[in-house]
């Protein structure tokens, strides 16, 4: 038999091999660098010999002692290097900064090491080698550093592009962020095959290396693009229109899109600017977020022990990580879930280890744990999340649950929290609660007339709510299902073509909430100016484009309408009275409870008298509700 033949080394084995090398060489970074760096300086000296003497007398027409100054000139170089930390310098990330520190130590170097040879009156080493010596050292030391960079990209490049398909890139945007991309990209293993950018002064430059193609318009041209694989948005700063424009040309190139951190992300320290990341449904909102006066947040913040229910949820969490940064005496965490408070517990602990915490574990609807925890806690800021909020769930088989938890915990807590002194206590509301269909939306209108009932008895503290849309990215909504769904090769089910809804992010909502606790009176509702609805169709379609995939390839469906699900939602009833506030896009409903009906309810649910089933649910409701139409 015959002996197999060895196969031939491929170029990627070899890469793999130096690769392997190199990252046994890194534990000993800096005494290799100063070894090749003293190396380097060696050299130059040489060097300038021959540049002064010439090839026929740059070695015999050297002084004897010349190899005990060339010692003394590394020992001066090794201690300037030592004293601006040159050899804990990473070469793969060498850069301006690194070139900067350099020169600053050759010219220091160069000059000590003159003065001394000039003051040991070793004459006979010619002038111009020390005066051209730190120039030539300089010119070398950034050398290697340069090819030792190069050398690592493309070590990196082959090395991810064996282990997967390359990965090429063009760029929309080549300012001051692409330049910090490009920097930091290769190492991930891709390839930038060119930038967009609108400025016409920009055309057919190259920003590091890399050719300007075109206009951000240009984008979608294939014979720009070339082999491209994906578009990188690098428009940080960008407003979220120009954001949005940008994600609208680059999801019609049918390629994979991503983005850089938005500058939110990049000044709260969240991410870096060469961490590219999927496009978010936030990326995707046109209007821009609502300005909110965050100094009045601060001072009603600051010092004060807060509370939050619903801790660990969507909307609980985010007010926690917020409440935080403006540095309250003490921040308490209510939540049922045992899992969801103690990562949100470990999370601030990572976070914001200065400020106590306090995690309990608590349902709403046991008032004995309530007043227990809130009159030992004391609470001057009480945010109310805790609620069951899933539409279809609630509507069928799980009525009693949700107007229970909505509606008798809400007023429980709200009680609690007057009982023990509170100044303020906020609920969280929804659009659903106006002109409700189902049953969440209609448990959530109740809570908010409990609250302005309690207002009226209780004036020692405020109660407020707020009401906005749906959240993106919050447990339960849509946009998650359609992530999951895209990412299993669809199809994408949407209810119906011409559902819309409001939208807000999660962190907006938040500021918002913490905006009412700042300026709401007792017994108002706030609520937010939202924009333009968003069709929930569309979405689906942007979130599809910007994954790569056309609706050939991952389909669109619609399944109807859900129990209780309308084709649009509003933010104030027919009867609500609304004022303007300060915040632009910002008003306040003014409701009008009925106080008797409301009382009723809630004394049914404490008496657990009749509200079992669905049915008995649906009728209470309606009774307290003129406008709460059940869906058939």
């Known amino acids: 038999m015959n002996a197999p033949v060895p196969a031939a080394v491929s170029p990627q084995t070899v890469w793999h091999r130096i690769d392997r090398v190199l990252a046994m060489l890194r534990p000993h970074r800096e005494l290799l660098s100063m070894g090749v760096d003293a190396l380097v300086i060696a050299a130059a000296w040489n060097v300038t010999y021959l540049f002064r003497l010439g090839f026929e007398r740059w070695i015999s027409a050297r002084p004897g002692y010349d190899a005990w100054v060339l010692l003394g000139v590394l020992g001066v170089y090794a201690a300037a290097f030592a004293a601006l930390r040159v050899p804990q310098g990473m070469w793969r990330f060498s850069g301006f900064g690194e070139v900067k520190r350099l020169t600053i130590a050759c010219t220091a170097a160069g000059v000590v090491a003159g003065a001394l040879v000039m003051a040991a009156g070793l004459a006979k080493v010619p002038r111009a080698v020390l005066a051209l010596h730190p120039v030539v050292a300089l010119m070398g030391v950034c050398m290697v550093r340069i090819a030792y960079r190069m050398l690592y990209e493309h070590l990196r490049l082959r090395v991810a592009g064996a282990a997967a398909e390359p990965r090429r890139a063009v760029v929309m945007g080549a300012g001051q962020a692409a330049r910090l991309l490009l920097a930091g990209i290769h190492e991930q293993g891709w390839a930038v095959v060119g930038l967009f950018d609108d400025d016409p002064a920009k055309r057919g430059a190259r920003i590091s290396g890399i050719?300007?193609?075109?206009?951000?318009?240009?984008?979608?041209?294939?014979?720009?693009?070339?082999?491209?694989?994906?578009?990188?948005?690098?428009?940080?700063?960008?407003?979220?229109?120009?954001?949005?424009?940008?994600?609208?040309?680059?999801?019609?190139?049918?390629?994979?899109?991503l983005t850089v951190p938005t500058i939110d992300e990049l000044r709260e320290g969240a991410s870096r600017i060469e961490r590219l990341r999927e496009i978010e449904p936030e990326d995707l909102l046109g209007r821009e977020p609502v300005r909110l006066d965050e100094a009045g947040i601060a001072s009603t913040i600051a010092g004060r022990t807060v509370l939050v229910t619903g801790a660990g949820g969507s909307i609980g969490s985010e007010l926690c990580r917020q409440i935080v940064r403006h540095r309250p005496a003490r921040l308490v965490l209510v939540e049922l879930s045992e899992f969801n408070l103690y990562r949100m517990e470990q999370e601030l602990a990572d976070q914001h280890p200065g400020i106590e915490r306090v995690a309990l574990i608590a349902d709403v609807k046991d008032v004995a744990a309530l007043r227990a925890l809130f009159s030992h806690w004391r609470p001057q800021l009480v945010f109310h999340a805790a609620a069951f909020k899933h539409v279809p769930l609630m509507e069928q088989h799980n009525a009693a649950a949700a107007l229970r938890n909505n509606l008798l915990g809400t007023h429980r807590a709200a009680l609690a929290a007057a009982e023990a002194g509170a100044e303020?206590?906020?609920?969280?509301?929804?659009?659903?609660?106006?002109?409700?269909?189902?049953?969440?939306?209609?448990?959530?209108?109740?809570?908010?007339?409990?609250?302005?009932?309690?207002?009226?008895?209780?004036?020692?503290?405020?109660?407020?709510?707020?009401?906005?849309?749906?959240?993106?990215?919050?447990?339960g909504s849509v946009i998650p299902r359609f992530k999951e769904q895209i990412a299993r090769g669809g199809p994408v089910t949407v209810t119906h073509p011409d559902i819309i809804r409001y939208f807000m992010t999660i962190p907006e909502a938040s500021r918002l909430v913490l905006q009412a606790a700042a300026i709401g009176a007792s017994g108002q509702v706030l609520v937010l100016d939202m924009g333009e609805p968003v069709r929930i169709v569309d979405l689906a379609r942007d979130l599809i484009r910007m994954s790569g995939h056309t609706e050939r390839?991952?389909?669109?469906?619609?399944?109807?309408?859900?129990?209780?699900?309308?084709?649009?939602?509003?933010?104030?009833?027919?009867?609500?009275?609304?004022?303007?506030?300060?915040?632009?896009?910002?008003?306040?409903?003014?409701?009008?409870?009925?106080?008797?009906?409301?009382?009723?309810?809630?004394?049914r649910l404490e008496r657990a008298d009749g509200l079992e089933t669905d049915e008995a649910v649906r009728a209470a409701l309606a009774a307290l509700l003129p406008e709460y139409r059940a869906a058939q």
Do not use: C, W
Request: charged share 25%; no cysteine.
């Open 211 to 257: 050719p300007v193609l075109g206009s951000l318009d240009e984008v979608g041209e294939a014979r720009l693009r070339g082999e491209a694989t994906h578009v990188v948005v690098a428009l940080p700063s960008a407003t979220r229109a120009q954001r949005r424009r940008a994600l609208d040309l680059a999801g019609r190139t049918g390629l994979h899109v």
């Open 553 to 603: 390839e991952i389909p669109i469906t619609y399944t109807g309408l859900r129990p209780g699900e309308k084709l649009y939602e509003e933010l104030l009833a027919d009867s609500d009275a609304t004022l303007s506030t300060a915040f632009e896009r910002l008003r306040i409903a003014q409701l009008a409870p009925p106080e008797a009906a409301i009382d009723g309810l809630i004394e």
């Open 424 to 475: 303020r206590f906020v609920l969280i509301s929804t659009d659903k609660a106006v002109n409700p269909t189902n049953v969440m939306g209609a448990s959530k209108r109740a809570a908010e007339l409990a609250i302005v009932a309690l207002a009226a008895r209780h004036p020692g503290t405020r109660f407020m709510a707020v009401r906005f849309g749906n959240v993106l990215g919050s447990s």
